[in-house]
């Protein structure tokens, strides 16, 4: 949902020996079990970059992995992946994995989506908006993706490309004629498309008690209205003939929040108050959203990239409802922190609460959630982190 450029870092390399392959990893062990060549896309190389089983890695692209076939004016820069972006195996049974993925945006769900993925295959992760070739959406760019997709070898697409802010005109793009041009581009190349939805399509569900992808969507404002247009184009590609799931993704939590969560702001006032404790401002205490870890949430993705038949619509949630005021206790109690929680009476959507009947059925497991684990995830420095729990299935105290 977020899409962001990458990060860029300069680790020593060796460029590979022949034209064919831009580069090899100079150290195997933990990158690789011996030196390992990867062809990168000459279209897509400035924006694109790989990841090789939990391994190697090579993105944002600039000298001196260069050969003839590169054009100079586009460049290589070949490079291991970062120590945090390096994926490790769940503590849960994972699903088999298709043996590559391609991953459209570089952001915070499309890196975590990557490095997931890459515990059990090659990752290749290009950001559309930050490509030359990609952003114009023309056949040059659709015959570069294709070129991509059939170099990786990859069987599925995840679509984590889209804004969350911006004008009408910027979310209409991003989240509506992007995955139009994108269904356009796969269909009938035998892939599947991993859509990345958001629970914010649902608007208010009007009722307080978990609701499943059939429940009727009223989505208020340009973000949550756009998404939905996405989700619908990318079903109606299905109902053509396109293999496509849409995870709709609930709210996401992780050690590292966007500003747009509340959770960041929430984190931002307990931490500036002074030793003795205080106030803090929550708009309506009693608001309840259906919380789930980033990392849970980018393993259901790659499950949900390699389970047979997946179903069109897929809630990526914990089916727990937690109030806004009950995790701004959790993360005071965690900070150690005595906070007074003030409202500021100004209610909104009372309830978003996912039911993940349709995940469980799907990839076998649902993620765990309640306010202490939230704050653990958020903060996982401050003290023991439970965040690497999963259910092996909903129960009554998961739900």
Not at 184 to 190: A, D, K, N, P
């Amino acid at each position: 949902m977020v899409s962001a450029g990458c990060s860029h870092t300069s680790p020593s390399v060796v460029p590979s020996a022949t034209s064919s392959s831009c580069w090899r990893s100079e150290r195997p062990g933990p990158w690789s079990s011996s030196p390992r060549s990867s062809r990168c896309s000459p279209s897509l190389a400035s924006s694109c970059w790989r990841l090789r089983s939990a391994s190697g890695c090579a993105r944002q692209l600039p000298a001196p992995c260069r050969s003839a076939e590169f054009p100079p004016q586009r460049p290589l820069r070949c490079v291991r992946p970062d120590d945090d972006r390096t994926a490790s195996a769940g503590s849960g049974a994972r699903l088999a994995a298709v043996s590559a993925l391609v991953v459209l945006g570089g952001g915070w769900v499309g890196t975590a989506v990557a490095a997931s993925a890459a515990a059990a295959g090659e990752v290749v992760v290009v950001d559309p908006p930050l490509d030359p070739v990609l952003a114009r959406r023309d056949r040059t760019a659709a015959a570069a993706l294709v070129d991509l997709i059939d170099d990786s070898g990859a069987g599925a697409v995840v679509n984590a490309c889209g804004r969350i802010a911006g004008t009408d005109d910027e979310l209409h793009d991003a989240n509506v004629a992007f995955p139009t041009w994108l269904c356009e581009v796969l269909h009938g190349r035998g892939v599947r498309l991993v859509h990345v939805g958001s629970a914010s399509e649902l608007g208010d569900p009007g009722t307080t008690a978990p609701v499943d992808e059939d429940h009727p969507c009223r989505p208020t404002g340009a973000y949550a209205e756009t998404k939905l247009a996405g989700t619908r184009v990318v079903r109606a590609a299905a109902d053509a003939g396109l293999t496509a799931v849409v995870a709709r993704v609930f709210n996401l939590a992780a050690a590292s929040v966007p500003p747009s969560s509340p959770l960041a702001q929430w984190l931002t006032d307990l931490m500036e108050l002074p030793p003795g404790g205080g106030r803090i401002e929550v708009w309506w205490p009693e608001t309840v959203r259906d919380f789930v870890r980033l990392a849970d949430a980018a393993e259901a993705l790659v499950d949900l990239s390699a389970v047979p038949d997946p179903p069109e619509v897929v809630n990526v949630c914990s089916g727990v409802g937690l109030a806004y005021g009950r995790i701004v206790d959790a993360l005071a109690d965690r900070l150690g922190i005595e906070a007074q929680i003030v409202s500021l009476d100004r209610p909104g959507i009372p309830a978003v609460i996912g039911d993940p009947t349709r995940l469980m059925r799907s990839v076998g497991r649902v993620p765990l959630m309640d306010a202490e684990r939230l704050a653990a995830t958020v903060l996982p420095s401050i003290a023991s982190d439970q965040s690497g729990d999963r259910s092996e299935g909903p129960s009554d105290g998961d739900r």
